[in-house]
């Protein structure tokens, strides 16, 4: 029998369903309802709802209720630092059966063949991961990538099944005023999905960058900068990653009214919260603690979600819609206790039986040689620019202190929280060294190195002692690339991530561990941020106002300028 008709055969009960989910409740999100009867499963297809059906296997869910499966609606999975597959096994267990990714962190290391290695492992995931296609890379002109992508790049890697459109676009000056490289990428996809970063946007600026068919919004940070941009069409994404927190401000603006137009997402979230809280789920259950509806916020996790990426066959649980399925003991608690991903069941067999691909960016750190003296600050003035961290923000603060000159060089002051900070250029393109001042890790002594430094992934090196910044930079290259604490010529804790400097070859358990032995040693150094790793890692990134630092100098990001 054809697949239509077996279909239509199993919704009427003409012949058993492949599967049937009886005993629980359905949450209607149309209309908010709790909706007794059986779940019908045709392949990876609901077929039936709200009678009583047959079934070659039936799952018992009495006293659970079935929600739709939960889409992210913008990540970085290399940010998770593991794998696609460990993502999935990480997550998908959570409830997220979707995940809309845009790989642009292993595109700037090794360009197009980072993003086809996300399209091929999409295809063996439990989860189906949608993978965006980058489109700045290197993210402005102000930084040394490890790859460029052209228009003409990336309408190669077009047509993909797994692809939506194009991945946000941080270059927001290019867009507004016309960048001839802009344009063209922005073109390949008119009429199709565009998907934004407009952080601080406003006014006509925010609809000229609208007005280039750019839809959504992950960056608003208070609810008057979610309001504009809803106001002016876009669909506003909530983001609580492991240091962009914006979940609390933007509570108070997803009601039932703005909820078809508000969705949910992690941009950049470890494996170490996602254990401690979770993921999608921390969200839902953290959003209806603090005061949202339930049926708004379930609307955002799924339908709207689905709605807002032109992802016609999932969202609800309804026939002809997509079996992502999750049974959660309780709407408040959000609690997975099973997951149906694509009508497969979310079970360990079910992990150990995909297919993997060999990962790819491997001997990616081609750092120059490092010594104590390259992370000098040579100087002939004692003011000085520094970037003033903001905790649960990767915006900065640009602030201005005077610091001393001693044998030409601006040393580091721990008693004022005065720490050096430098970008190292680790693809053997130029062997730029760039050093700053940073305020706001509390730390004390020692060094923290990392190659996970957004979104050229250079390596980011924060210290006080230049010996152990020596130590910590020169030992990244040995473990092709991680995160590396150091302290008095020893190494105290290490993370390696030899999958382009940015993903673990090991299981998200592994990582886990490693990142609790990173944060106790970062914790022994004086630093007081909760997440210092990845407030590290956007520290670098140009797209983020006020002040940031590249392997090129200090950047005024307000006005897109390289200033030291």
Known sequence: MAELEKRIAQGRGDEPADLVLRGGKVLDLITGSLVAGDVAICGDTIVGVGEDYAGGEVVDVTGLTLVPGFIDTHLHIESSLVTPYEFDRCVSPRGVTTAICDPHEIANVIGAEGIRYFQEASRHTLMDIRVQLSSCVPSTDMETAGAELTAEDIAGLMG?????????????PGVIFRDPRAMAKLSLFEGGHVDGHAPLLSGRDLNAYIAAGISTEHEATSAAEALEKLRKGMRVLIREGSVSKDLHALQPVLTETTAPYMCLCTDDRNPLDIDEEGHLDHMIRTLIALGCPPLAVYRAASLSAAEAFG?????????????????VDDLATCRAAQVWAGGRAVTAAAFAARQTIPPVGRNSVKAPPLTPASFRAPANREETDVIGILE???????????????????????????VRIAVVERHGRNGNIATGFVK??????????????????NIACVGVDYADMALAATRLSEIEGGFVVARDGAVL?????????????GSFEEVRDDLIALRQAAKSLGVTLQEPFLQLAFLALPVIPALKITDRGMVDVVRFEIIA
């Not at 649960?392 to 005065?418: M, Q, S």
């Open 160 to 172: 993909h099944p797994s692809g939506i459109g194009l991945a946000e676009f941080m270059n927001y």
């Open 311 to 327: 992802l016609k066959d999932r969202g609800l649980i309804a026939p002809g819609r997509r079996a992502d399925i999750v049974a």
């Open 392 to 418: 649960g923000k990767i915006l900065t603060e640009h602030l201005r202190e005077e610091v001393p000159i001693v044998d030409g060089d601006k040393r580091p002051d721990p008693a004022r929280d005065l």
């Open 440 to 457: 706001g890790f509390g730390l004390k002594a020692g060094a923290i190195a990392s190659t996970v430094c957004h979104d050229h992934h």
């Open 493 to 505: 804790a290490e993370l390696a991530l030899p999958v382009a400097g940015l993903m673990s070859l």
